[in-house]
């Protein structure tokens, strides 16, 4: 009982710690965000309150200033396009691996696996260079194409949720004249619901997250998106720390109503396709 006692207390200390270690930077930034730039410049400590709990003027400043509409705007197309473009050919090519018989197809299957094993900046070059030969450089169709056409982990995730489905439903349907387009429509896709759910959640928040492709690929200020947009803060207000503060609580938002509201779905999907 003593050492049963002693290891769960020792649990609940490194969950605590946890919890400490992911929250204290985010209470930083709020607490931040909150102070004026007299506050800031008395550096009264970075866990200091606010004079104003209530003092949103620093999240008008970083909102308005800092074009954070129009970097939703950005944002949002591209999420819509590569969501939908990463489900459609995720789905589809897992599909044809599982389900079809052609030559090669193990070799196929093993270039998947070495494909997530190539560190992406070791091909960054020539990247760069077939996008901009398709005349996508500075443009929002850049990191859409990249989105949609680099995401291996999406692909075994529909795999592994394709081969649970029983072959025997695709066998009734072509019974019944169906072809292979129409199985995959109306038998396979609605019985992915699970997988799509992870994958939508899982590469929604991956996309809005990203920094580095946009960067590279959309130097347009009027191209901008959450990510670029926040690093854009450190030219005008290098030193107001609260207005940078502000933008970034504005970015994070989203994300973490996002994942707290359909995190069940994540857990739910990774632990269907694993057990199936």
Do not use: C
């Amino acid at each position: 009982m003593t050492r049963r006692a002693v290891a769960r207390t020792f649990v609940y200390l490194s969950l605590v710690l946890a919890v400490v270690v992911v929250l204290l930077p985010l209470g930083v930034i709020v607490l931040t965000s909150l102070k004026t730039e007299q506050e800031m410049a008395d550096d009264s400590g970075a866990l200091s309150l606010p004079g104003d709990l209530l003092n949103f003027h620093n999240y008008v400043t970083a909102f308005q200033d800092g074009e954070m509409m129009a970097a939703f705007a950005n944002t949002a197309f591209i999420l819509l396009f590569a969501v939908t473009g990463t489900v459609l050919i995720g789905s589809m090519t897992a599909y044809a691996i599982d389900r079809f018989t052609f030559r090669f197809r193990k070799l196929v299957i093993a270039l998947f696996l070495v494909a997530t094993l190539v560190p992406g900046v070791t091909t960054q070059v020539a990247t760069f260079q077939i996008v901009n030969s398709f005349g996508m450089f500075d443009t929002l169709w850049a990191p859409i194409a990249l989105y949609m056409g680099t995401d291996i982990v999406s692909i075994y995730i529909f795999l592994q949720f394709v081969r649970s489905i029983p072959i025997s439903l695709d066998e009734s349907a072509r019974l019944d004249g169906a072809n292979a387009f129409t199985i995959y429509r109306k038998i396979i896709f609605p019985l992915l619901r699970p997988a799509i759910a992870t994958v939508v959640i899982v590469k929604g928040i991956t996309v809005y997250n990203d920094f580095y492709i946009p960067f590279l690929y959309m130097p347009s200020e009027d191209l901008g998106v959450i990510s670029t947009s926040l690093f854009r803060f450190k030219g005008p207000f290098a030193a107001h720390w609260e207005t940078i503060s502000a933008g970034a609580v504005l970015v994070i938002l989203p994300t973490l109503i996002a994942f707290l509201s359909l995190q069940r779905f994540i857990y739910n999907g990774f632990m269907k396709g694993a057990t199936r």
